[in-house]
Each structure stands twice: as structure tokens, then as C-alpha cells.
């Protein structure tokens, strides 16, 4: 992938996504695998799971993005993810607000630093 950037991948609702491929976030792979995955009401969460572990897998993608109510529902395959890249980061949709208690990658960088470390 010499002289190419990484890809955005997103992991969410059919507003999110339809946002993100707006904006030109949308590929597919030299597989013809795209990078993004609408969820629907219908969408089981082993599909949801299979997704986030194969963009994990892809060495073409640089950051992961999921609608953080769809993230509560593969919990544990995201904290189990501690590698830099892809970064994951957990973001709100139009129905459903971002909890900063919920998101794990945050509490995780909370961790890593103190107030000393801010003045």
C-alpha cells in the first residue's frame, strides 16, 4: 500500500452510513468488500461482530468507526482490541447520544494519564 492512505471504516446505522458514503468515505477492496456496514433492525450480532474483526483484519483500514449503542452490542470483541491502528472510536447516531461513561477506549486513555499531567 506504498503511497496510499488508510481507510475509514464505519460501523453503523443507516443515517450514519449514508453520511460517512456522502462524504466519500466509501470503498471496496481489491476483494470487492466494502468498508462499512449498515445496521438494521435484522442485523444479527454476529454479523456485527464478523464485521468489526475483519476490518480489524484488513491492513487497508487506519480507523474504525461505530455507532457507540451498536459498540454496546460487541462490548467484549472491542475491548479486546488493543493495537493502535485501526483506531476504533466510538461515535453518537441521530437516535442514540454519546455516553462518555459507556465508551471503554475512553475510559482506557483516562487511564493512562493523571491530572498532574495536564498543567
Given at each position: 500500500m506504498a503511497?496510499?492512505?488508510k481507510l475509514i471504516a464505519v460501523?453503523?446505522?443507516?443515517d450514519t452510513c449514508t453520511g460517512f458514503l456522502l462524504g466519500g468515505v466509501g470503498e471496496l477492496n481489491k476483494n470487492r468488500k466494502p468498508n462499512f456496514l449498515v445496521v438494521e433492525k435484522d442485523t444479527s450480532i454476529t454479523e456485527i461482530e464478523e464485521?468489526?474483526?475483519s476490518f480489524l483484519a484488513r491492513?487497508?483500514?487506519g480507523i474504525i468507526l461505530i455507532n457507540q449503542f451498536i459498540a454496546e452490542m460487541i462490548r467484549h470483541a472491542i475491548d479486546g482490541h488493543m493495537l493502535s491502528i485501526p483506531a476504533v472510536l466510538e461515535i453518537p447516531s441521530k437516535e442514540h447520544p454519546y455516553?462518555?461513561?459507556?465508551d471503554s477506549i475512553l475510559r482506557r486513555a483516562k487511564g493512562m494519564f493523571s491530572a498532574e499531567d495536564f498543567r
Open positions: 503511497g496510499r492512505g460501523i453503523g446505522d443507516e464485521t468489526f474483526k491492513d487497508d483500514i455516553d462518555a461513561s459507556k
